[in-house]
Structure formats: structure tokens, C-alpha cells
């Protein structure tokens, strides 16, 4: 059953969707009253090690696919084939699911004309991932050829493009917010390297964003070398709470400026955007994390009877568990914040929040592995549902 399989990989994607409903357990603490919302200092604090410590989950799914899919395997037309029918058709389903239960259906289908539904926000992901595919093919040709050296070139210049959030940052100040589709907030950019208003293609467009996922995964696959736990825990540690450091203290930074000293501190969602700029996706600090999960998590190769029963299961299910988790994680949220009450206020004082989020997580985690594992034993059915 697991002679053909990466082991490693079933465990790197059962613990990227954990951190997946660790961030979505977080947010709640920051996004709230017009928008944005953070009740004390301390949750300012526990808001930022909690949501930084998981931000690379997403980067971590994409390193996951890029490992086993890139370059193709086999022709692009039976490539999409493939990956039509484990991806798009469970993403269908559960588009069709939230469009019915979260928000005014009517309107949700005619947003789903245009975009995901904004309720369901975590759906983004599958837009992002099957663009991705989209260029695979295209890809494929020189991934297959590519050496070592003229990789690390390329990841050079993307590990750069990680840094161009902070300059337009730095550059642009407190940028203005442009309000898209149901009030999803975007920063505006500062034009950066050919960039314009009527140009926004410019100098490393090309090379930036989940790219540079697509061809850390290709590296780690064939040339990144095999380390002993010592030399492992010697890079990987440093590497990943160098980029922890960066969201961390870049959060708290911002969150401070804007509280100037005084909590309750919010707005309107812009502000959390602009909050959020040192842990995007494509920024510096999340690309070391991701790197650093990635050296941590090749060394586990366990396949015992936990394996065999949990991770395995629970990883077949975890796109399922992806597309699924956000309506169980909201009742959760909902329940433990009633119970519990809120920030340092809370039963259990400044430890209320952390608590909360740790149990959302945990208890959302289960009962959505417990759900997916099942409903994907259902014949046929269950795999066009889950994947």
C-alpha cells in the first residue's frame, strides 16, 4: 500500500492542514467590528505567533503538488484529465455548498460568475493552484532539463520578489486601500520596475508569486541534498524562525503604530490588509518558514500503525478537508468564544484567546478528518466529493 508513496509527503500534508484551520482559528481575533478588530495587547501578541507561525500552509500545499506533478509525469492532456477530476469536481461541490448556506444564494451565483464566493474566502487557493497547472506544461520542457545551478539562479530572483511587498511598503507609506467585490479590501500598489498605471507587467512579474513554490519543489525533488537531523535542525530551525521573526515583529509593528499606545484598536478591513503585508504568501518571511518545514518534514519517514491508520487517511482526505473545514471552524469559533468570553476579560484571563485558537483548530481538525475519512469510503461518490 505504501511502496510508491513519499511518506514524507502524507505527513507534510496533514500538518499544512492543520495550520491551514490554525490560521482560519486566528483570524477571528483580528478581523471583526467595521472590519478590523483587536481587543488588547495580548492579543495583538498571541494573534501574531499564532497566524505567523502557520502562514506557510499554503506554500507548503503547493511545494507538496510541484514535488509529485512537476514537471508532467505525462502528456497535458491527460494531466488535466486528471487533475480535473480530483480537483475541479470537489471544488465544484463545495462552491454550490457554501454559495447555498453562507450569505443570499441569488447573489452568490451571480458573484461565482466572476470570482469565489467572499464568504468562503479559503477558496481562492483553487484558483491560484489550477493557474498553476495551467502553466505546468509549458514548464515542463526545461524543468525536465534544468540543472542545479541554473535553478538556484531563478530561485535567487524569486526569493528577491519575496522582498518587493516591504519596498512597496517602505516606498508608498500608508498606502490608500481600493475596496474590490463585497468590500474585500487591496492596498494599493506603489509601480515598482516598468511598472504603471497602464502597465502592471513589470520587470519580475513573471517570476514572482507561487512560481517560486512550483520550482522549490522541483529543487527539493532532485537536487536538494540528503542531511543527517543534526545538520537538518542546524539549517532549518534558524531558517524558519528567521522568517517567524519577520511576520511577527512586522504584525506588531503595524498593529502598534495604528494603537498608539490604546487598545481596542481597529477599522475598516483595509487596515487589517496592510497589517497582514509581512506575512502575505509572496513575502520573504513566509518563503524561509516554508523552507524550513520543507527540511524538517523530509526527515520524517515514519509508517507505522499511526501512520498506516491516521496520516495516511487523513491525508487522501485533505483536500476534502480543505474545501470542507470553514463550516465546521465557524460553529466552533462561534461556541468557544461564547463560552470562554473574550481577550483578557475571558475565563481564563490572558491565556482565553491562545486557548480559544488552540482548541478551534484542534477540535475543527477532528472532527473534519473524522468526517472526510468517511465520507470518502463512500463508492464513487466519496472521492468526487473529496478528492
Not at 468562503?120 to 532539463?145: D, I, N, Q
Amino acid at each position: 500500500m505504501t511502496e510508491n508513496r513519499e511518506i514524507w509527503m502524507d505527513w507534510l500534508r496533514v500538518t499544512a492542514c492543520f495550520l491551514v484551520m490554525l490560521t482560519h482559528s486566528t483570524e477571528p481575533f483580528y478581523l471583526g467590528g467595521e472590519g478590523t478588530l483587536i481587543l488588547t495587547s495580548s492579543d495583538a501578541v498571541w494573534v501574531a505567533v499564532m497566524d505567523v507561525f502557520s502562514r506557510a500552509a499554503v506554500a507548503l500545499f503547493v511545494i507538496a503538488s510541484s514535488y509529485l506533478q512537476f514537471p508532467l509525469h505525462y502528456p497535458a492532456g491527460e494531466f488535466f484529465r486528471r487533475r480535473a477530476a480530483r480537483i475541479l469536481v470537489p471544488f465544484v461541490f463545495w462552491t454550490v455548498v457554501y454559495a447555498l448556506v453562507l450569505g443570499e444564494p441569488v447573489q452568490n451565483f451571480r458573484d461565482l460568475v466572476w470570482n469565489f464566493n467572499y464568504a468562503a474566502g479559503h477558496l481562492w487557493f483553487v484558483y491560484m493552484l489550477v493557474g498553476l497547472y495551467l502553466v505546468m506544461p509549458l514548464l515542463s520542457p526545461w524543468a525536465e532539463k534544468v540543472g542545479k545551478r541554473e535553478l538556484l539562479v531563478y530561485l535567487g530572483i524569486w526569493l528577491f520578489t519575496t522582498l518587493i511587498p516591504f519596498f512597496r511598503d517602505w516606498l508608498g507609506g500608508a498606502a490608500p486601500v481600493i475596496y474590490g467585490p463585497s468590500g474585500i479590501p487591496n492596498p494599493a500598489k506603489y509601480p515598482l520596475w516598468g511598472e504603471a498605471s497602464w502597465n502592471s507587467f513589470g520587470l519580475f512579474y513573471y517570476v514572482s508569486g507561487f512560481v517560486g513554490y512550483l520550482l522549490l519543489g522541483l529543487y527539493f525533488r532532485r537536487f536538494a541534498p540528503e542531511l543527517s537531523w543534526k545538520k537538518t535542525l542546524a539549517v532549518a530551525v534558524p531558517v524558519f524562525l528567521c522568517g517567524f521573526a519577520i511576520g511577527v515583529l512586522g504584525f506588531l509593528r503595524r498593529v502598534s503604530l495604528d494603537a498608539g499606545g490604546s487598545y481596542p484598536v481597529g477599522g475598516p478591513a483595509g487596515m487589517a490588509a496592510l497589517w497582514e503585508t509581512p506575512w502575505l504568501n509572496d513575502s520573504f518571511g513566509v518563503a524561509l518558514m516554508a523552507i524550513g518545514w520543507i527540511l524538517l518534514m523530509r526527515k520524517i519517514q515514519s509508517q507505522g500503525w499511526f501512520y498506516r491508520k491516521a496520516v495516511l487517511p487523513v491525508s487522501r482526505a485533505g483536500y476534502g478537508m480543505y474545501l470542507s473545514h470553514m463550516l465546521v471552524l465557524g460553529v466552533v469559533s462561534v461556541w468557544l468564544r461564547t463560552a470562554l468570553g473574550l481577550g483578557d476579560a475571558g475565563l481564563l484571563g490572558i491565556w482565553t484567546t491562545p486557548v480559544q485558537i488552540l482548541l478551534t483548530a484542534f477540535v475543527t481538525f477532528i472532527v473534519v478528518a473524522l468526517a472526510c475519512v468517511l465520507i470518502r469510503k463512500i463508492p464513487k461518490a466519496g472521492r468526487l466529493i473529496m478528492g
